[in-house]
């Protein structure tokens, strides 16, 4: 298996519907102007009766915390807190919680039918979210503000991520609880209206304007997936609105990697992979879909990233996984329940497999949750039903296009990264990898922080868990990788459980190095990784760093006697890092001695 050779293309990936042509359709538009598609979106009212009690009174716990309680107020003064100092929380964390309450409350009320505890509680919320100026976070109002706009214009809403999902929120919970609002007539008039004002009629005038309509990258399908539903569950013409929305899935599926991966990280695969899902499923896509081969692929991504439990690789701004610990998590909680639907669909008995040992013990859903993605968990009977399962282990797995190779050797599971250093919510890390030991992290990627002003603008690699420094990766007389395009692994290879890669490309050209060939072998219960340099100069110091998870006991690391470590604690005062890794990481620079133009590194992971 051999990748990025100069001079010689990848052969095609079977299964990839190929570039998309402008004034030809795609798949989905084909099969929507040829009537092959059932659009639709409906709740089960009857199948909340068979939802088990564990899972109601884990909904039930959550909507009565914060029952009668004065609800979260975003403030003028925390939309302007990312203009003033960057913070984004001052604004997104009241916006989420209120979202995260009206979602518990709603479900609470479809699993109990207790209308005298629940009901109001879920029409103040239904009505604070109408009432509220923007549906869209101030970091991405930016894109509509004008040279003398400070604050949002109800007049121009922009539609950005969040405001096409509260826009399927609401819909969804008009869909849930008819009865409720007949009680009070015009609630849902207006729900709807706001609905079509701020979400659907941008996305059916101007849907083929925005920067992210066709793009191959998580806004696409989360965008499109809130508006399909949006659209059909509250009848709003949905003919010009499912024809903008299949053409945006069409150019989707044709730039995304042709082996399923996601770059973005496994975090956001719960929002682009699995968004489509949800998307194909609300077009009620022909047989033929779910039978493509990318499809497939984009399916299986999440067992490519797995290291084990609740742990999964985290390149990029990818997180490790999602706190349970973090009372005010503002991620949702991953889906297992959709990933189950997703390989049924696509006919895989090991995804099934692997959504299932997810799942654990767990309830049917976890909350929080988009709300559609919980009511279609709750109302399941497949996966309600579906037995224990282990997590299957496949022996290799390699994306030949994202360049991700993931092996396992014995009770070591090593996942590394080829690529670029222009990927879609990029780190510069090419060439870095995670190690898990009986599936737990040990070698870690830390993933990303709270995003703030700076994590999509210039400065966005002065974090310094954006930087190549505090990454699995080599440093060279003080050079560290840098980010753009055309900074790149070469001559990538996968031959059995060698996964090989030249990181000269990574590095900018006045760390003159010539290459910089960083090769990982796996056998059973040991990971050798060996650098080789040629330089075109004798350097003062060569450095290889190692990211390690505080707890890092369950490996043993054999240096060789040319290197002398230096260890380092990295406080995690940031709280997702925090809420993800605890306290701190440590960071090993092992320090080469006396380094000459020409010379290797050997080092060796063994389990305790």
């Known amino acids: 298996m051999r990748t990025d050779q100069p001079g010689q293309p990848d052969p095609p990936i079977p299964g990839r519907p190929g570039p998309l042509i402008p004034g030809r359709p795609g798949p989905l538009s084909t099969a929507l102007r040829e009537g092959r598609l059932t659009p639709r979106a409906v709740v089960d009212h009857a199948a909340f009766a068979g939802v088990p009690a564990a899972t109601r009174d884990s909904i039930t716990a959550i ?11 975003p403030t003028l003064t925390g939309w302007r807190a990312h203009l003033r100092d960057g913070s984004r929380l001052a604004w997104e964390d009241p916006y989420f919680a209120r979202r995260h309450r009206l979602h518990a409350t709603a479900l609470a009320l479809a699993l109990t039918g207790d209308h005298g505890r629940y009901a109001d509680e879920v029409l103040d919320g239904v009505w604070l979210l109408a009432e509220e100026t923007t549906w869209c976070l101030p970091a991405h109002d930016e894109q509509a503000l004008g040279p003398d706009r400070v604050v949002p214009d109800p007049a121009h809403p922009y539609l950005d991520l969040f405001a096409a999902e509260t826009a399927a929120t609401l819909a969804w919970i008009l869909r849930l609880h008819p009865a409720v609002f007949a009680t009070v007539p015009g609630v849902a008039a207006r729900v709807t209206d706001e609905i079509r004002r701020r979400v659907l009629d941008p996305f059916r005038t101007n849907g083929r304007d925005y920067h992210w309509f066709g793009a191959p990258m998580n806004w696409n399908p989360w965008i499109v997936d809130n508006v399909i539903a949006a659209a059909l569950l509250t009848g709003d013409d949905p003919a010009p609105i499912l024809e903008a929305a299949v053409a945006s899935l069409d150019a989707y599926l044709a730039g995304v990697p042709a082996d399923g991966g996601c770059p973005e990280g496994i975090s956001y695969w719960w929002h682009s992979g699995a968004r489509l899902f949800e998307a194909l499923e609300l077009l009620g896509v022909p047989a033929e879909i779910w039978s493509d081969g990318l499809v497939r692929r984009i399916a299986r991504f999440p067992l490519t990233a797995h290291l084990g439990g609740e742990w999964s690789a985290s390149f ?9 610990t973090d009372g005010r998590a503002r991620k949702d909680h991953l889906s297992p329940a959709l990933l189950h639907r997703f390989g049924r669909a696509v006919g895989d008995a090991e995804i099934t497999a692997f959504a299932r040992a997810s799942r654990g013990d767990d309830p049917l859903t976890t909350l929080p949750s988009p709300m559609g993605r919980a009511i279609a968990a709750l109302t399941d009977p497949a996966w309600r039903d579906a037995p224990p399962q282990d997590f299957p282990e496949p022996p290799v797995q390699w994306l030949p296009e994202t360049q991700v ?6 009770t070591l599971h090593l996942i590394a990264k080829a690529g670029h250093n222009d990927e879609p919510h990029n780190h510069n890390d090419v060439g870095s990898f995670v190690l898990a030991v009986r599936g737990e992290p040990v070698v870690v990627d830390a993933g990303t922080g709270v995003y703030d002003r700076d994590s999509f603008g210039p400065d966005r690699y002065r974090a310094w868990f954006t930087r190549s420094a505090f990454h699995s990766v080599p440093e060279i007389d003080g050079h560290e990788q840098v980010p753009g395009p055309g900074f790149r692994a070469r001559d990538v290879r996968l031959s059995g459980k060698i996964f090989t890669l030249d990181l000269a490309g990574a590095y900018p050209p006045e760390a003159g190095i010539e290459t910089l060939r960083r090769t990982f072998t796996v056998d059973d219960d040991l990971v050798t990784l060996t650098d080789a340099w040629r330089l075109d100069h004798r350097p003062e ?6 990211l390690l998870r505080e707890d890092h006991r369950g490996v043993r690391i054999a240096l ?3 290197v002398r470590p230096r260890v380092e604690e990295i406080a995690l005062t940031d709280p997702h890092l925090h809420a993800v890794w605890g306290d701190r990481l440590i960071l090993m620079t092992l320090n080469v001695t006396a380094p000459a133009a020409t010379g290797e590194v050997t080092v060796r992971f063994t389990p305790r």
């Open 541 to 546: 110091h060569i450095r290889l760093r190692l």
């Open 560 to 562: 060789p006697d040319h």
């Open 63 to 73: 909507a009565d915390e914060t029952l009668g309680a004065p609800w979260p107020q």
């Open 316 to 324: 990029g701004d990818g997180g490790a996984r999602v706190p349970r």
């Open 405 to 410: 190779a993931a092996l396992r050797g014995g």
